[in-house]
């Protein structure tokens, strides 16, 4: 388990569970905002939370109902309150991608450089890896050197279809 799954494990005080067409989506939440966003099956998944299933949480009811209106494609944005668990320079990258425009990519390389650490292009690959947002802290948004589709948290097929979701040629 993660460093910032841990920390979500702690903190989590609710959670919801939203199918979607990409698969079961696990959601949630803590009293600062929307903490977790895992596929089944992700890497880094955290298993069963010590929070109860809230079908009545305003949040993860707005977090679900948003994440409904993106996979229907009628929106590619979220705003909702975020609480993001992780290192600081893990946040500093999963702050950059949230400046991903939808539609957009950028390389890890740029991410790189636009955090200050233009050399620490594994350890982006890294936080992006780890960043358990998915979907609304954009980590599929990020691509290989040349424009390769590569690795995803929750599997390169589901990498594909958000990007194609958002009208990325892939």
């Not at 707005?62 to 992780?86: C, K, M, N, S, V």
């Amino acid at each position: 388990m993660s460093f910032a799954t841990q920390s979500i494990h702690a903190a989590c005080t609710a959670q919801l569970t939203l199918a979607t067409p990409l698969g079961a989506l696990l959601l949630a939440r803590t009293e600062r905002g929307l903490a977790g966003v895992w596929f089944e099956g992700q890497k880094d998944h955290p298993g069963p939370l010590p929070a109860p299933q809230r079908s009545d949480d305003a949040l993860l009811n707005a977090a679900a109902a948003q994440l409904a209106a993106y996979f229907a494609g009628e929106t590619t944005r979220f705003e909702l309150p975020l609480d993001l668990h992780g290192t600081p320079f893990q946040r500093s990258v999963w702050q950059a991608l949230l400046g991903i425009t939808p539609g957009q990519t950028r390389s890890y390389g740029d991410i790189a450089r636009q955090v200050g650490s233009p050399q620490a292009v594994r350890a982006v690959g890294s936080a992006v890896g780890k960043n358990p947002l998915s979907v609304v802290v954009p980590c599929h948004r990020v691509i290989g050197r040349g424009g390769a589709i590569t690795g995803y948290a929750a599997g390169v097929d589901r990498k594909r279809a958000l990007l194609a979701l958002e009208g990325v040629a892939v």
